[in-house]
Nanobody, 122 residues
Framework: QVQLVESGGGLVQAGGSLRLSCAAS????????MGWFRQAPGKEREFVAA????????YYVDFVKGRFAISRDITKNTVYLQMNSLKPEDTAVYYC???????????????WGQGTQVTVSS
């Protein structure tokens, strides 16, 4: 089992920035990829960004490229999502997740955090 705890969500004005953190514990040696997903009210959960835990390879969906940056600290088993130039449509609950098989396929993610709310006001 892998346990994940997110932090860093909140309320920000459009154009502002937030940094999300997600700390993993438990079977961290089994983690291959660490990713961020989000779910807005009335919408399906969507993949946002991911990073391979060891090599640091990154993946972003098109609508966050150039605005969001994912990084990780192996020593702390923590993944970060720096979100800049936030838009009201970025409002959602953001979930951290881990995969033990690949990092850029959302179907591989099998452990999830509880989520953190991000609200962007216009």
């Amino acid at each position: 089992q892998v346990q994940l705890v997110e932090s860093g969500g909140g309320l920000v004005q459009a154009g502002g920035s937030l940094r999300l953190s997600c700390a993993a514990s438990g079977r961290t040696w089994s983690i291959y990829g660490m990713g961020w997903f989000r779910q807005a009210p009335g919408k399906e959960r969507e993949f946002v960004a991911a990073i391979s835990r060891i090599g640091g390879s990154q993946y972003y969906v098109d609508f966050v490229k150039g605005r969001f940056a994912i990084s990780r600290d192996i020593t702390k088993n923590t993944v970060y999502l720096q979100m800049n130039s936030l838009k009201p449509e970025d409002t959602a609950v953001y979930y951290c997740a881990t995969s033990d098989a690949g990092y850029n396929n959302p179907r591989n993610y099998n452990y999830w955090g509880q989520g953190t709310q991000v609200t962007v006001s216009s």
